[in-house]
């Protein structure tokens, strides 16, 4: 069985963790032959991983790593560096690797493996073959031209992932409908490992909504569903209205635009005019106070019933998958439609 800090390791970097913060393993195991022999088979043979990080990301995080083994090595007699590890560090630095600016315009693979938030050290004994994955192609620094950002899977998607993780029978057997998609992480979750009856993604941004063909295909999803639908459009008489028995519905880091909410709090009034019982979750990144504060108060206005989640994510050190740093605060919320009137 591998070691779990390994395993750790192996996880960050395939979800192109930021190097500065990795969890590097410590010198008693990069000194082992058997253990760079595991670093390189899992982290940069590409014969046997074909979805591999970006070669510059790969030569960012195998540079110090051949420095750290270095540092390791008590007795170069005994030890040494693995000529595959060195061969691969050669190739890269001597590859015509693109600049930053052409690197931002090119997609990645990013691999996120799905397991709830527990214990620290739970989750660590999985080999990679049991770790239940999803893999999307993203171009992480990229904004287009009408301001979206949803080439990346944003910390919120995360968070919120996270929490139906520990709490999947709230999509399992479920249709589901996902606003401002992005990649489409949340809708693929969902249908790969949650459980989901029926998925349909959305996005307001058509080169959005192509680009998640590729990732269902990524993971194996030919049966979900992708649509353009732009928030604050009467929903009557179109796709949505034909096809909308949905459950519920979710979305992730989709109120951070202050001139967006008011159209997305109409979308889901009306989405609760043609669906009374749909349950609604929403995460949010709070960047800025006052910006969330005016998702809620549409909210509130609209007399929508809203539960804030008591959920927050693990300290970095010990998240286990889904990596994301927790600096900026996060809200989650269960939203219902407004309460039914009764009749005597």
Known sequence: MMDPQLVLFRR???QLFEPDFLAWPPKQLLRDADVQAW?????????????????????????????KIEQAIEDPEED??????????????TSDLPSESQAVQQKSYVTFVCLPPTSPQQNLHLTPSEEPTITLLERPHLISGSLTTGFRTWEASLHLASYL????SLIH???LLELGAGTGFLSILAAKHLGAKHVTVTDGDEGVVEALGENFFLNGLDDVQASVLRWGRGLRGTWVEEEGEWDVVLGADITYDKQAISALV????????LRPSLLVLI???????ETFGTFT???????????????????????????????VPFKTFMIRGPPTETVD
């Not at 088979?41 to 510059?56: G, T």
């Not at 993780?165 to 999947?168: D, E, R, S, T, V």
């Not at 979308?267 to 609760?272: N, Y």
């Not at 108060?297 to 990596?323: V, W, Y």
């Open 80 to 93: 040494e560096i693995s000529d595959s590890l060195m061969t691969h560090l050669s190739t890269l630095i």
């Open 283 to 289: 995460a949010g990144t709070v960047r800025n106070v």
């Open 266 to 273: 109409a979308t889901l009034r009306m989405l609760f005019e």
């Open 39 to 67: 670093l390189y088979a899992n982290l940069f043979n590409s014969d046997k991983n074909p979805r591999l990080p970006p070669e510059r990301y790969q030569l960012r995080v195998l540079k110090p790593l051949v420095k």
């Open 297 to 327: 108060h549409a909210c509130e206005r609209n007399n929508f019933q809203m539960t804030e989640i008591d959920f927050q994510p693990r300290p970095i050190r010990e998240q286990t998958a889904l990596f994301y740093a927790k600096a």
């Open 12 to 14: 960050q970097y395939l």
């Open 165 to 168: 993780l520990l709490h999947p």
């Open 173 to 175: 057997g479920k249709s």
